[in-house]
Antibody, heavy 120, light 107 residues
Framework: QVQLQESGPGLVQPSETLSLTCAVSGDSMSSYYWGWIRQSPAKGLESIGYSFYSGTTTYNPSLNSRVTISVDSSKSQFSLTLSSVTAADTAVYFC??????????????WGRGTLVTVSS | DIQMTQSPSSLSASVGDRVTITCRASQRISTYLNWYQQEPGKAPKVLIYGASTLQSGVPSRFSGSGSGTEFTLTISSLQPEDFATYFCQETYSTSWTFGLGTKVETK
């Protein structure tokens, strides 16, 4: 059974870059997409973007200019960078495995989430 | 952007009740609609994908229906472990917009 675990700083300064890593264990990263989703009281659940294990990426248009998601299959991990952060980027950040089937596309496994606060 | 409107935002129910939650999309999304359950302090868990397909391991009391712009999640007989918040999500666009959630509370 696949397990995902987020890691990274819990506090980021305004205008700086947020960087998180998701470690994947229990399954191969091939044949899946890997994504990031965040949740805040102000905006609720918000998809950030996702990347195929080979590197093809899709980002939420509202964050597209500030986001990079990359996959490192050799290390069984993928990462998120979000630049020029503001207080509005304060949220719990989840990493997730994305399954694509004939019936649909959905996040079938999630990390526990990590709270990132943007504040000076 | 596609907007996803869930109703109600909260409801009170008892064990054994039939519960129905609705999600409306601001434009047609075919059946690119998922339902998730989230307990406090935990990550969401997928229940239904493709509007009506039950995810493996999810109890059969959960069911989903709809296509186009209107979708429904039904819990046929509410169990104690079902008191949680439920979210719909569209995967038709690249935004993958979520609804704001429906909190199911005990009456």
């Amino acid at each position: 059974q696949v397990q995902l675990q987020e890691s990274g700083p819990g506090l980021v300064q305004p205008s700086e870059t947020l960087s998180l890593t998701c470690a994947v264990s229990g399954d191969s990263m091939s044949s899946y997409y890997w994504g990031w989703i965040r949740q805040s009281p102000a905006k609720g659940l918000e998809s950030i973007g996702y990347s195929f294990y080979s590197g093809t990426t899709t980002y939420n248009p509202s964050l597209n200019s500030r986001v990079t998601i990359s996959v490192d299959s050799s290390k069984s991990q993928f990462s998120l960078t979000l630049s020029s952060v503001t207080a509005a980027d304060t949220a719990v950040y989840f990493c997730a495995r994305i399954r694509t089937t004939v019936g649909g596309v959905f996040a079938d496994s999630w990390g526990r989430g990590t709270l990132v606060t943007v504040s000076s | 952007d596609i907007q996803m409107t869930q109703s109600p935002s909260s409801l009170s129910a008892s064990v054994g009740d039939r519960v129905t939650i609705t999600c409306r999309a601001s434009q047609r999304i075919s059946t690119y609609l998922n339902w998730y359950q989230q307990e406090p302090g935990k990550a969401p868990k997928v229940l239904i994908y493709g509007a009506s397909t039950l995810q493996s391991g999810v109890p059969s009391r959960f069911s989903g229906s709809g296509s186009g712009t209107e979708f429904t999640l039904t819990i046929s007989s509410l169990q104690p472990e079902d008191f949680a918040t439920y979210f719909c999500q569209e995967t038709y666009s690249t935004s993958w917009t979520f609804g704001l959630g429906t909190k199911v509370e005990t009456k």
